[in-house]
């Protein structure tokens, strides 16, 4: 299971946020996230706050009914409503609309089309908001595309990981090869202009082969989008046990690296060109603006069991499970767990360390002295592209960004 929340600071029963966060609110932007917790069955390399129908029988006890896929879109309803007494009547309209999961279209697609409606009816969304949801392969076809198209859906995130059938496997992916890349063609053909495959690599077992097997099909069925994530091993998953009792090796960095290489020729061979370290897009456009208003410190709420959100400063979390979830809303109290207020200090390193995984890089007026240092030497390094640099713009070059964890540590002091 996922690992606990942090307590942080209590939050007042009616979710009421600092003076300080609603200063300034509306002039900056602002966005939805969903989460949907539900899970058909649980991938062993997955600690996201996800669940079973199993899992949520054996863990909710008598108020199981509340926790239900069934009621799901009335409690995420409740808690749209909750977000807008809390931020006020303040004009703030919504640009990026994200449903996460867990596999949110495991839902019906009324529901999530619901949900949507109320975000429109309580908040407005600005023209051309950018309204996505996260997809499995096998959880959806034709008619359920077209369904969230009309119902205002205009992006769609679908959980390719690979195209091999033994790493699938491993993974516990549960879709066919080639699922994903005629999803692609189904969500064309409904309407949808932006669709993102997701990418894993350095899964044990994997090969260079593989690796560039997956990209050649992902690319094959013409997303304008591609996130490529190196497989991260958490404590406490199925995935760690297996490694730990030596039943499959470890993928070391050396290898991550060389996927990695792979993955930017073979992208930007094709025209999609890295904007974020893990994310390439074929133009501005297609880029995932929601993911861009979190690495640049916008504000969002965050919706769900386990949901983050982020008002001017203040960080907070709500309850992990589906039943203490609607159970808070049921009984008209804020869903949140706890929250922190970011000081300039917090914030600051949280913009290194974002901003500097973006094409755009970092301004080096962020940087302390001793931070300012470490970047000359990454410069010199060539880890830091040098005309950006001139223009006091710290920039990652590639090999910066095979390396982007330990530049960011050196840059923060």
């Not at 979830?325 to 869903?335: F, K």
Request: glycine content about 10%; hydrophobic content about 40%; proline content about 6%.
């Amino acid at each position: 299971m996922p690992s606990a929340l942090p307590d942080g600071e209590a939050v007042p029963a009616d979710g009421a946020l600092p003076e300080s966060a609603l200063r300034g609110l509306g002039t900056r932007p602002f966005g939805f996230y969903v989460h949907v917790p539900y899970c058909a069955t649980r991938c062993g390399y997955c600690d996201f706050n996800t669940y079973t129908a199993t899992e949520l029988r054996s863990a909710a006890g008598d108020s199981g009914a509340v926790a239900s896929q069934e009621t799901y879109a009335d409690n995420l309803v409740a808690e749209i409503r909750h977000a807008r007494r809390t931020l006020g009547d303040v004009d703030l309209p919504v640009q990026t609309v994200f449903l996460g999961g867990g596999t949110p279209t495991l839902l019906p697609a009324r529901d999530l089309v619901r949900m949507l409606a109320a975000i429109r009816e309580e908040f407005g969304l600005t023209e051309g908001a950018e309204v996505t949801t996260e997809a499995n392969p096998e959880s959806v076809d034709p008619a359920y595309l077209a369904e969230l198209r009309e119902g205002g859906f205009n992006r769609l995130s679908f959980g390719m990981q690979s195209a091999r059938p033994h790493v699938l496997d491993l993974l516990d992916r549960r879709h066919t090869p080639g699922r994903p890349e005629a999803c692609v063609a189904e969500a064309r053909a409904a309407g949808f202009d932006h669709v993102n495959l997701d990418l894993i690599y350095g899964t044990p077992g994997e090969s260079d082969d593989d690796w560039r097997a997956s990209l050649e099909a992902a690319l094959g069925a013409g997303p304008d989008h591609v996130s490529a994530y190196a497989l991260i091993v958490e404590e406490g998953t199925r995935l760690a046990a297996r490694i730990r009792r030596g039943e499959i090796p470890m993928t070391d960095d050396d290898v991550h690296a060389d996927r990695y290489l792979i993955a930017e020729e073979l992208l930007s061979a094709a025209g999609l060109h890295w904007y974020e370290v893990s994310n390439w897009a074929t133009t501005a456009e297609a880029r995932c603006r929601h993911n861009e208003l979190y690495w640049t410190g916008a504000d969002w709420w965050g919706a769900g069991p386990g949901a983050h959100s982020h008002v001017g400063g203040v960080r907070w979390w709500n309850v992990k499970h589906p039943a203490a979830y609607a159970q808070a809303l049921a009984e008209a109290r804020t869903p949140a767990h706890g929250r922190e207020r970011l000081e300039p200090e917090d914030r600051r390193v949280e913009r290194i360390l974002l901003e500097l995984r973006l094409a755009d890089g970092c301004p080096l007026e962020l940087l302390h002295e001793t931070g300012r240092k470490a970047a000359d030497r990454a410069l010199a390094d060539g880890l830091l592209a040098a005309e950006p640099y001139a223009a006091g713009r710290a920039v990652l070059t590639l090999r910066g960004r095979l390396l982007a964890d330990a530049v960011v540590r050196d840059l923060v002091d």
